[in-house]
């Protein structure tokens, strides 16, 4: 079946560097590729998408292309803040109409 | 466009007693659902809403948990009795029927706490 296999965390970066979290999916067919954002005591946010081999979605600097020759859609940004500490959820799409969902990557950015 | 709702934001219970949560969607949105996400796990889905019709709750046990959304739009999850393993965030999120990316909008969630 449909599977996303994510990095486990937590990820500790200084403020500035850079970022990548790694993610591999399993699926049949064509799905859609999701990162999730989820800040301290708040639900889960859309970060961005991407549906189709070799998309790249991005958002608020960050960044994730669909590589299908690799299953992956790793998230990466250049420089992060402190700001963007939370937990990073990877997800595909399955039907009917629902998301398959990684464990999450705790990412801890220190001043 | 105002959000998708939810109430209460925590909640302490002892085990074997009951508890509700109750979730408006984003207007429009026909699809609903609950998740149960355990701390440092992802989301686990409970069950799926489209319209008033369930889609999905095969991972609902339904021995202590239920969920209802009359008229399609408000939803309620109950549990009944509590088990300790059940404290988690339980997350609504709702999504149109449009959306061809299934794209999924959360509330803030309800905190559970069984002790």
């Known amino acids: 079946g449909n599977s996303v296999t994510q990095m486990e965390g937590p990820v500790t970066l200084s403020e500035e560097a850079f970022l990548t979290i790694n993610c591999t999916y399993t699926?049949?067919?064509?799905?859609?590729l999701f990162w999730y954002v989820q800040y301290p005591g708040e639900g889960l946010q859309l970060l961005l998408k991407?549906?189709?081999a070799d998309d790249k979605g991005s958002n608020k600097g960050f960044e994730a292309t669909y590589r299908k020759e690799t299953t992956s859609f790793h998230l990466e940004k250049g420089s992060v803040q402190v700001s963007d500490s939370a937990v990073y959820f990877c997800?595909?799409?399955?039907?009917?109409?629902?998301?398959?969902w990684g464990a999450g990557t705790k990412l801890i950015i220190k001043p | 466009e105002a959000g998708v709702a939810q109430s209460p934001r925590y909640k302490i219970i002892e085990k074997r007693q009951s508890v509700a949560f109750w979730c408006n969607p984003i207007?429009?949105?026909?699809?609903l659902y609950w998740y149960q996400q355990i701390l440092g796990q992802g989301p686990k889905l409970l069950i799926q809403?489209?319209?008033?019709?369930?889609?999905?709750d095969s991972q609902l046990p339904k021995d202590r948990f239920s969920a209802e959304r009359l008229k399609g739009v408000d939803s309620t999850l109950k549990i009944q009795p509590a088990k300790l393993e059940d404290s988690a965030v339980y997350l609504c999120?709702?999504?149109?029927?449009?959306?061809?990316?299934?794209?999924?909008?959360f509330g803030p969630g309800t905190r559970l706490t069984v002790t």
């Open positions: 699926a049949t067919g064509y799905p859609s």
């Open positions: 991407a549906t189709k």
């Open positions: 999120a709702s999504s149109s029927i449009t959306a061809l990316f299934y794209e999924q909008y």
């Open positions: 809403f489209q319209n008033n019709g369930v889609v999905d």
């Open positions: 207007s429009g949105h026909a699809t």
């Open positions: 997800a595909l799409s399955g039907p009917p109409y629902q998301l398959i």
